[in-house]
């Protein structure tokens, strides 16, 4: 029998890998801020409640132009680059914060009442019956126009795919932003043994060793501040991502963290 240390730490989730990863997972949490403290903000996207209603094809979805979006779901992003098949979903929120008026836009109101049932027999709508058109999720074009991650909720081979700023995400997609990091080198990071070693370790694992790569688990990963990483690594993380070639970035990444022969090892691979 062996003996696990360190398994609890306090309030903290119990760690069940290796006692290898185990230990490189906490000197990680130990010397690196989380995801999130280092600039980069995960979220989830758009639920509609009613996609059949809100969503169809972009071009044949007959409202006013500023009342819908172009959509990226997970199918658009299967072959680890984006091809959108030219689905968007319907966008009933006003800028800065409410919902439009449906009488200010005739060709919105004749499609959401034209699904009215589908709609209105949502729980969201039965709660406030006045807003029976809001999506559960409000919808922020911003978010379309920027660039950003995005990453399917169950996978079992890395799947963190670039979008370069014209889509909304579905959600079964999240999604990761950054002012800080340079998005194609965080990409690098992701698609790392490191960060599924993260995501491993904290998630539930489905049948078939799939992983749930869900929010409260991407913000687990610890990566360093922008700032702190060298310009040749910084250029080798990002030209890593950019050829998706997964032994580079997982080079990349071992140097990024300062990983000894013993902790590469323990991922499975020395980053050689």
Known sequence: MRELAGVANGSEPWLLESADQMALIRRLEGAFPSLEEAGAKVGIGVATGA?????GDFEALDVEPDR???LVTTKDIMTG??????????????EPGGLVDLREYPRLRRYLEARREAIAGRHCAQKIPANWYRTIDRITPALAARPKLLIPDIKGKANVVFENGTLYPHHNLYYVISDDWNLRALQAVLLSAVSRLFVATYSTKMRGGFLRFQAQYLRRIRIPLWADVSKPLRRELTEAAIKRD????????????????????ALGGNGE
Do not use: T
């Open 81 to 94: 680059e984006v091809k959108w098949r030219g689905q968007g979903v319907i966008n009933p929120f006003a």
């Open 51 to 55: 996609d059949k209603a809100f969503i």
């Open 68 to 70: 819908k979006l172009p």
């Open 246 to 265: 997964m032994q580079a970035c997982n080079r990349a990444v071992f140097k990024l963290y300062g990983l000894s022969h013993d902790e590469r090892s």
